[in-house]
């Protein structure tokens, strides 16, 4: 197996910091990429993958007061996956923050539509990629977080894990719908595959309801992208574009499934400890998931506040 890693740390300011690593499985190539937007006294810069190499640029007019995160993991097995999860998170840096659900929602599903235009070849073998995306206010901590496919966005506090996506299967949009019960909705998220049905760029299958109500068993170069007003009350909070707040002594962690796939139970989780926010936490949750078996390319980024020192 081939390592090759791209890490950084960055301090937005006294207290607010990220942390992040893109790491090469035993593919040919680090099909992953992420984007940290990052604003400073000197004006804000962007970093990403470019060719699977580290690249940032300034960004103009970027707002002082906020920061973007996002993760990408192009399709693996599909000619262009590389190309497509790079381009995601280069079209990002083209969109200013975001300041509601609304905004975020209209953002994404912008993007996928020209992601598509571009990518498309046909039905089944086009490219695509996951998307996790979040801006945030570094003065209030509030922040908008958009998902797609099955990278995670996790909460980290006082050494806890709360994971607050789901991932887009098809019993996650069966459970939606009451299509299915509980008792099978967690059998389906113990089974070893996880079949996304979804992709930034792609399209969805089976998951696009008609006027009248029926949801056909077929492929649509649409995405499906629930808000909370779109789901029962009791499932409020798998909506897809969520609001989040940080504060001293929480994280919030953006990760493609190479880390998590090997360890559905999560053992990693209980490396963590109150100092997530560090480069040697998160190179110690990428070892675990190698340890538990991983062969993916891994792409970590944690941000959030840190403890006043």
Request: negative net charge; aromatic residues 8%.
């Amino acid at each position: 197996m081939t390592d090759t890693a791209m890490r950084c740390t960055i301090s937005l300011n006294r207290y607010f910091r990220s942390f992040f690593s893109s790491v090469k499985g035993s593919r040919n190539r680090n099909e992953d990429n992420y984007l940290i937007i990052s604003p400073s006294e000197d004006g804000a810069t962007a970093c990403w993958l470019d060719n699977e190499q580290s690249a940032s640029r300034k960004m103009e007019g970027w707002p002082s007061g906020f920061s973007r995160m996002a993760v990408a993991d192009g399709m693996g097995g599909h000619a262009g996956g590389r190309e497509i999860a790079q381009a995601a998170v280069e079209g990002l840096m083209d969109v200013p923050p975001v300041r509601s659900v609304d905004e975020m929602y209209e953002v994404v599903q912008k993007l996928h539509s020209q992601l598509y235009e571009r990518f498309a070849t046909n039905d089944e073998l086009s490219p695509g990629t996951t998307l996790l995306v979040a801006d945030q206010r570094l003065d209030s901590g509030l922040g908008i977080l958009a998902h797609i496919g099955d990278s995670r966005a996790y909460e980290l506090a006082n050494g806890q894990v709360k994971q607050l996506t789901h991932d887009h299967t098809y019993e996650e949009f069966d459970w939606r719908e009451g299509d299915i019960s509980r008792q099978e909705y967690e059998k389906g998220l113990q089974r070893s595959a996880n079949d996304v049905v979804q992709a930034l760029g792609h399209g969805s299958f089976g998951l696009i309801r008609e006027k009248d109500g029926y949801r056909p068993n077929r492929f649509d170069r649409r995405i499906r992208l629930d808000l909370r007003q779109d789901l029962p009350p009791d499932l409020a909070k798998h909506a897809d574009v969520m609001q989040f707040r940080l504060c001293r002594g929480k994280a919030l962690m953006l990760a493609t499934d190479g880390l998590w796939n090997p360890s559905r139970e999560g053992r990693w989780h209980g490396l963590l400890t109150n100092e997530f926010l560090s480069n040697e936490e998160v190179e110690k949750q990428i070892s675990k998931a190698r340890d538990d078996g991983s062969r993916d390319n891994i792409t970590v980024v944690v941000f959030g506040y840190g403890n006043e020192s």
